[in-house]
């Protein structure tokens, strides 16, 4: 169980290092000039176009119409941290569906938290009125800055469902749904007249990069980006396994660790292990394994920290209790046990704010994050309350003492010492 946990962070160590758009170019050889370049990157949710002719560089943001577009936005640099981005989002919708005016907003970031107006950016960007189009089903912004130097351009994207709170370019923005980053080759030149510009990705609806159709066609390996696809079904299934584990399977590890303690009964300190080891164990592990197959990395960085530091308290919690279970009974004192109940119970409220960090993340109603943080520590105090009442008198006379639990065999006697 162990060798399938480390795994697993592995897998997402290495999948977090990558980037998480894909590039979209056309397929014919492009030849080498000093004074225009074109190149493009598509997700799932939008597609970013830059051209550059002469000390003028153009970017084109546009949905891709599978998800609706509250803001798009672009940074440039490896990391969202003191990146200079450019944010653009459609405002006052009129009753046609269509939109009255387009935003843009340069922001900066000390570390990923959201961004707020640059009062000194490094450049200047303009919308590109004649590039924008806000009816319809894709919808597309633009804006125009001094062109970068040649070569490879380091770029990061976000995309949200959710519109800021108004027209004014240092409104509050919330959390991004999708977003990742990606390099533009702008060394090359642009397409030629008689071939068309790279077009949106398909919907879900019309295919989906994970189902195995190749959508572009990169011009070379080096500067191809690969991409995660299949994201709803995935984080269904990656909150689905963790809430299990980490909100369910060890609180009631906890309760029969109680309920050991009460009554003496080896099998229940094999159904505490079997639970924390097992059950828990696999689901940690599936519910990263899931991750991989999210699109477009749906998940914000704060929850994916978070999470990856659950993971290694699970692990340090787990080789803790192997531990205490291999130190001989005269040795075992309450400091051990305060331990374990103490780790247990920090991950247990870890869990609750990574699980409130993803639902943000996801756009997600936070209606169940607030009935499974009601429910489960009711149904906790539930359990104890009823092994009190049951068992009071065995608890009361244990009390200070640190019971051993031999599990060689069903018929072996529990040992208590002081």
Known sequence: MFISVLLAVLALSIDSAGATSVHVRSAHRVRQTSGSAHDSLCNRAMCIEATV???????????????????????????????????????????????????????????????????????????????????????????????????????????????????????????????????????????????????????????????????????????????????????????????????????????????????????????????????AGTSIAGGMLAYLFMDGDGSGAAHKWWGTALVLLYCVQCAVGFWVQRTPASNRTSLHRMLLAGLGAFIVLLAFYDAWLGFVAAGESPLLWCILFVVIPSLYLVGVVMIQRRFGSVLEDAKGDYVVLDTRGPNDEVEARS
């Open 53 to 279: 002719q002469g000390d003028t560089a153009q970017y084109v943001l546009r949905s891709t119409g599978a998800q609706k577009l509250g803001w798009m936005a672009m940074g440039f640099g490896h990391y969202m941290s003191d990146s200079a981005m450019v944010i653009m989002w459609p405002s006052d919708a009129d009753a046609d569906g269509s939109y009255a005016s387009v935003t843009l907003s340069q922001r900066k970031a000390p570390y990923e938290t959201m961004p707020t107006p640059d009062p000194n950016p490094p450049f200047v960007a303009t919308l590109e009125l004649s590039e924008i189009s806000v009816a319809g089903e894709h919808l597309q912004m633009a804006f125009t800055r001094p062109a970068p130097p040649d070569g490879m351009q380091d770029i990061i994207w976000a995309f949200s469902r959710t519109p800021p709170e108004s027209a004014e370019n240092d409104a509050h923005i919330s959390v991004h749904h999708l977003y990742g980053s990606g390099v533009l080759n702008l060394t090359r030149t642009a397409v030629s007249e008689d071939e068309p510009l790279p077009s949106p990705v398909p919907s879900p609806e019309a295919g989906d990069i994970a189902d195995g159709g190749n959508t572009t066609r990169p011009t070379d390996g080096a500067s191809a980006v690969g991409s995660k696809g299949g994201g709803g079904f995935a984080s269904f299934v990656h909150a689905g396994l963790c809430i299990l584990a980490f909100l369910f399977v060890i609180p009631s590890g906890a309760l029969v660790v109680r309920y050991a303690k009460a009554t003496g009964n080896p099998a229940a300190f094999n159904l505490h292990r079997n639970l924390q080891f097992g059950v």
